[in-house]
């Protein structure tokens, strides 16, 4: 089955930038909806990014105008570039997919990253 593979996390200073990937093995995800989550200590696990198999993106307010979400088919890999960093980003982060379209998957992704760490400090 698929394995998602997170990296690129790290510690930055507020206003700085860092570009996370998620490795997709096992399977092609291009008919894949994908998805960035992530999750601060003590908070509900949140989305905030989304991109469909036709390319279709969607982000949460928090995010918007900072973070962009993006694919590579040929290398089978998952980004997030993000600017302008704040200290509340920091969280751990999460990609997701699953194989129904985006608008028939809601929070139930079917595969799960095991997630890697962004800190923004102040």
């Known amino acids: 089955q698929m394995q998602l593979v997170e990296s690129g996390g790290g510690s930055v200073q507020a206003g700085g930038s860092l570009r996370l990937s998620c490795a997709a093995f096992g399977y092609a995800y291009s008919d894949y909806c994908m998805g960035w989550f992530r999750q601060a200590p003590r908070k509900e696990r949140e989305e905030f990014a989304r991109i469909d198999s036709d390319g279709t993106t969607s982000y949460a307010d928090s995010v918007k105008g900072r973070f962009t979400i993006s694919q590579d088919n040929a290398k089978n890999t998952l980004y997030l570039q993000m600017n302008s960093l704040k200290p509340e980003d920091t969280a751990m982060y999460f990609c997701?997919?699953?194989?129904?379209?985006?608008?028939?998957?809601?929070?139930?992704?079917?595969?799960w990253g095991q997630g890697t760490q962004v800190t923004v400090s102040s």
């Open positions: 997701a997919a699953d194989p129904r379209p985006c608008s028939w998957v809601g929070s139930h992704f079917g595969y």
